[in-house]
């Protein structure tokens, strides 16, 4: 599952960074905590939080995460999106709630094992 | 005539030594040519790591004659008029000249200040500012930062002073390399030596994390192992939150040799009352605008803790906070036996 993918799945819009990476998601991190975020010892990370802010994209980038999801549509701001671009972590803007969001990337997941 | 008590804007406190020891060369520069050097610290260098944070302003309604005497007092040549941090002009010696001559002294200074002001800002490179000088025939500039508050003043020794302190330390340093006999210098010489600063200010959650990203850019370049990259950098994010939202500011110091890696957070206050409280998972005094930001779980501490190979913490209350995170890069001896 690509970044691609993820925008597709989540009836997102890649809004920073490239959107034609293609790393895959190894593993879906949902949390507003980003003392939490460093916490998790795992490759290509996707970070779905609510936190709109320059401090998600930083965390990512610190965890080598491969994308952050920010759910519910949430107003992000220039500069988020300019730390995006800088530290070269796409990010996505996503309608759904987390809890969605997270239900359809498990689907995801599910149906990639499934081939 | 009463004089008019100076109003001092206090922005962080201003150690003039601390701030000149930020940001030493890269040792690999030393080898390099001199201009090669001289442009690094023009470009590394940024307004707010020279300017002047405790600036001498006066109030719209102060007089001219107030303005003379603070300046005469305070043997500064102009005077930002500036209320609640917000500029509003400046008067220089000019304009207290045509004051004199006019019989105008006991007029308000915003009748009579500089109002087309060029400015520089906190974050923009050394060679800005140096430019700025040459284009302009003003003395000092006034900075602002990003809310366009005034946070400094900037005049040309500043710079001129904060550039020959850097330039004679590197100067020192390749003195003692080229004067240290082989055997005394083979074993610095055989060490990859690496040292950086970064300043940290306190509350400026938008620049917060920089100087993790920056580390972990550097230590990647190095082709340090990425699981040791990643546990530092996680130390040097905590780190550096820790000192914008807890402290009065400070610096982030990364150290590389060939054996560690040594990540160093000093701040300036208020100090930590209880220590091995502090460090606790899930313990912190953060308020709620920190959390709203995804921070002050009270991780912070026990994360650097957790990741790294030393840990150690000092803290003075009222002064100051330093910890200490050592990284080791190579295995130790009894885990290369172990191993074999």
Redesign the interface.
């Known amino acids: 599952m690509t970044i691609a993918d993820v925008v597709k799945i989540l009836d997102g819009k890649l809004v920073a960074g490239d959107g034609t990476s293609p790393r895959a998601v190894g593993e879906v991190v949902a949390n ?5 975020v ?2 998790y ?1 795992a490759d290509d990370i996707l970070l779905v ?1 609510s ?1 709109a ?4 994209i ?2 990512a ?4 995460a491969m994308g952050v999801v920010v759910h519910n549509a949430k107003p992000l701001s220039e ?1 988020m999106l300019k730390v995006s671009e800088d ?1 070269g972590i796409p990010l996505v803007s996503s309608p759904l709630s987390k809890y969605d969001a997270c239900v359809r990337l498990h689907d995801a997941f599910l149906a990639e094992e499934r081939g | 005539m009463a004089e008019y008590k100076p109003v001092i804007l206090q922005g962080q406190k201003t150690n003039d030594d601390e701030i000149l020891a930020k940001s030493p060369l890269d040792a690999k520069a030393l080898g390099g040519d001199s201009s090669v050097i001289i442009m690094e610290l023009l470009q590394r260098f940024k307004v707010r790591d020279v300017m002047k944070r405790q600036v001498i302003t006066i109030p719209r309604r102060a007089t001219l004659r107030q303005a003379q005497v603070l300046m005469r007092d305070n043997r500064i040549s102009g005077v930002p008029v500036c209320e609640d941090g917000r500029l509003f002009g400046i008067v220089s010696v000019n304009d207290i000249i045509r004051g004199l001559d006019g019989g105008w002294m006991d007029d308000p200074c915003e009748k009579h200040m500089a109002t087309n002001l060029v400015v520089l800002e906190a974050g923009m490179p050394i060679a800005f500012a140096l430019r700025y000088f040459n284009n302009y025939t003003y003395g000092r500039f006034p900075v602002l930062d990003s809310n366009r508050k005034l946070v400094g003043i900037i005049s040309q020794r500043d710079v001129m002073r904060a550039l020959l302190y850097e330039l004679s330390v590197e100067i020192r340093k390749l003195e003692r390399k080229t004067s240290k006999s082989i055997a005394e210098t083979s074993k610095e010489a055989s060490e990859n030596y690496f040292r950086r600063e970064w300043a940290v200010v306190r509350n400026d959650l938008s620049r917060a994390g920089h100087a993790a990203n920056d580390i972990k850019g550097i230590l990647r370049e190095r082709k340090i192992d990425r699981s040791i990259v990643r546990r530092i950098a996680v130390a040097a994010y905590e780190l550096e939150i820790n000192i914008c939202i807890h402290s009065h500011g400070g610096v982030l110091v990364l150290m590389i040799t060939n054996d560690s890696v040594t990540i160093t957070a000093k701040d300036r206050g208020p100090g930590i009352t209880d220590i091995e409280w502090a460090c606790r998972d899930g313990t912190s005094t953060a308020n709620d605008w920190i959390r709203s930001l995804g921070f002050g779980a009270g991780m912070g501490l026990s994360n650097s803790k957790r990741v790294a190979d030393d840990f150690e913490i000092k803290s003075e209350i009222g002064k100051f906070t330093n910890v200490k995170c050592v990284f080791n890069l190579a295995p130790k001896k009894s885990e290369e036996n172990s191993a074999s």
Do not use: E, F, K, N
Request: charged share 25%.
């Open positions: 507003d905590l980003m003392s939490d460093l916490l010892d939080t936190l802010s320059d401090q998600a930083r965390t980038h610190i965890v080598g500069t530290l």
